[in-house]
T-cell receptor
């Protein structure tokens, strides 16, 4: 069974640009979460999607947005990039039925560098 | 809000010794805890979980202990191997926050051959 895949793996952008990252969950998983990982802050929750609906959202500015498609694939977008957005962006999927807690399986991440 | 923290940011152990990685959490309502391992260049990988109604759970070479009185979680790795070198995170999940996962910053474990 294929794991969580993320594309691209590496990305270099300049300040002010926007970026879109993609995540394909494990087949059958309907919940997709996004995290930002930096050395100083660790893993910080961005948002979670379940059945194409945003179910939870972390404390990030509106420049960070996401969506989920009917096949559970998800994208996140960051507009007007800032230097501080440089980070590893991780996607995780889980097999979570309504109200149940599922394990989160992580992808390898997209390393975003903002110059 | 919740916070999940780790007592030690780095830990070095000799190959074959046992490792203990600690984690403190602040949300007494958390119902579920997970330990993850993250190797360089990879995403976090599930190791073992424990529900809040348990004190101990064992896996293959790993044991997780939960002390709800002091809100402390630990991961014990028996006979540590070089392949265990990685960053280890604990995560807490609370149904009251919609099953949101909260992670600590991690402990970097280095195994000395």
């Amino acid at each position: 069974k294929a794991g969580v895949t993320q594309t691209p793996r590496y990305l270099i952008k300049t300040r002010g640009q926007q970026v879109t990252l993609s995540c394909s969950p494990i087949s059958g998983h309907r919940s997709v979460s996004w995290y930002q990982q930096t050395p100083g802050q660790g893993l910080q929750f961005l948002f979670e999607y379940f059945s194409e609906t945003q179910r939870n959202k972390g404390n990030f500015p509106g420049r960070f947005s996401g969506r989920q498609f009917s096949n559970s694939r998800s994208e996140m977008n960051v507009s007007t990039l800032e230097l501080g957005d440089s980070a590893l962006y991780l996607c995780a999927s889980s097999l979570e039925a309504s109200g149940a807690v599922g394990y989160e399986f992580f992808g390898p991440g997209t390393r975003l560098t903002v110059l | 809000g919740e916070s999940v923290g780790l007592h030690l940011p780095t830990l070095s152990v000799q190959e074959g010794d046992n490792s203990i990685i600690n984690c403190a959490y602040s949300n007494s309502a958390s119902d579920y805890f997970i330990w993850y391992k993250q190797e360089s260049g990879k995403g976090p990988q599930f190791i073992i979980d424990i529900r809040s109604n348990m004190d101990k759970r064992q896996g293959q070479r790993v044991t997780v202990l939960l002390n709800k009185t002091v809100k402390h979680l630990s991961l014990q790795i028996a006979a540590t191997q070089p392949g265990d070198s990685a960053v280890y995170f604990c995560a807490e999940i609370s149904r009251s926050t919609g099953n949101q996962f909260y992670f600590g910053t991690g402990t970097s474990l280095t195994v000395i051959p």
